[in-house]
């Protein structure tokens, strides 16, 4: 249930709006290269416009050490918003002081600002009050509209918020909905997919998926370790070794609900020409790694999604940046497409593997957030959205 107030509840008329969004896309030889988390953001900014608002946009870019950074400029990404926007945006040189006040203070019904990076100054993360009283001074009310850095306390997504009349944007609004909706009361059978190479920095989220999910899928580099956890031999594969005590315990809480993969696309190096084969689910040869899930398992995986009345799916299955390795990603990216249940991905690997597929569009909801949707995932409480105001 989302109780946040919006920009639906708010009259932004003549007034100079400080939004919130997630711009941090990648951005090569000055140009942006990916515009998802760009274009997400266009139906917020949008609708404050047609509804006379003045829009001033904030947002971080890359991790610069709180001093600036040409690559990281959000210049760069200025003229690529002007492109998709039917409305003028100026670029100010700073996100706070002289140089954003007298910006902001130009800046007219239906024209847009988009402020420097934040983390240009440490005082960003560190979630300074004299900065989040400076990015508030600039405005009348803010919007949060940035998901992706919702699990981020940090001046521009939580500070500011204690300073404004602080609602929610209509990204931020979406991905609370299907996320949550999925958490709380999802259509079931509710499968979740977990891939990526870490085990450790997703304990919490196992943990609190298999009170809540009828099937918890484990792929990737991730499933090593719990193989590991079950006595076997893993060769040269990725294992996180201090997370193997922790793999026991959650085979043991999940029981059947939780499923790893029963044969291995293994291989002798890390590159496109290895040499490869398929084995069973068992031990690895001393000098290989599993790089895949096999076909065995991408049937097995695809069976239950196809099964499934919700789907949540985060991390891929293999190293799928090389070709050889991509299939039982890929594959399971086409199980979810095919699925009549309600899909969600999220994280920024599954979300790159389903734009390379060519299937995105054939999804539920494409979240914007990797460390975001994995907090919510958690059952943890996000600063960006608590610091909004609830509805009455």
């Not at 100054?121 to 560190?126: F, G, L, V």
């Not at 709380?184 to 989220?205: H, M, N, T, Y």
């Not at 294992?239 to 291989?267: K, M």
Request: charged share 20%.
């Amino acid at each position: 249930m989302f109780n946040k107030k919006t920009i639906a509840d708010i009259d932004p008329h003549g007034k100079r709006m400080l939004v919130r969004v997630d711009f941090n896309v990648p951005v090569q030889g000055g140009k942006v290269t990916d515009d998802t988390r760009i274009r997400a953001a266009l139906p917020t900014i949008n609708g404050l416009l047609e509804n006379g608002a003045a829009v001033i946009l904030c947002s971080h870019l890359g991790r610069p050490k709180g001093k600036p950074e040409e690559a990281l400029s959000l210049r760069h990404v200025a003229a690529h918003l002007e492109e998709l926007l039917d409305a003028p945006v100026s670029f100010a040189e700073d996100c706070i002081g002289p140089v954003a006040e007298q910006a902001a203070a130009k800046l007219h019904p239906g024209e847009v600002l988009l402020l420097e990076n934040t983390r240009f100054h440490p005082e960003e993360k560190a979630n300074d009050p004299a900065m989040a009283a400076a990015l508030a001074g600039l405005a009348e009310i803010y919007v949060n509209d940035a998901f992706g850095s919702a699990h981020r306390a940090h001046a521009s997504t939580e500070g500011v918020a204690h300073h404004l009349p602080a609602v929610a944007g209509l990204l931020m609004e979406k991905e609370i909905r299907y996320l949550g909706q999925a958490l709380d009361s999802p259509k079931r059978p509710f499968v979740a997919i977990l891939g990526g190479a870490k085990v450790g920095d997703k304990i919490q989220v196992i943990r609190n998926l298999l009170k809540k999910a009828d099937r918890l899928l484990i792929g990737g580099g991730m499933a090593n370790t719990f193989y590991k956890a079950k006595g076997l031999q893993m060769g040269k594969s990725l294992v996180e070794e201090e997370a193997v005590e922790s793999a026991a315990a959650l085979l043991q809480e999940g029981n059947e609900r939780l499923v790893l993969p029963i044969d291995f696309v293994i291989a002798d190096a890390l590159s496109e020409d290895a040499e490869k084969k398929t084995i069973p689910a068992g031990d690895v040869p001393a000098d290989w790694m599993v790089l895949d899930i096999g076909p065995s398992t991408v049937e097995l995986f695809a069976r239950e999604v196809s099964k499934a009345g919700t789907v949540v799916w985060n991390g891929p299955m293999g190293v799928f940046e090389l070709p050889s390795f991509a299939k039982g990603t890929f594959a399971l990216a086409k199980a979810l497409a095919d699925s009549p249940a309600v899909t969600i991905v999220g994280g920024g690997d599954s979300a790159a593997a389903l734009q390379q597929s060519g299937l995105a569009d054939r999804i539920t909801h494409l979240s914007t957030g990797g460390g975001a949707s994995l907090d919510m995932l958690a059952g943890k409480i996000l600063p960006g959205l608590a610091a909004l105001q609830n509805k009455e």
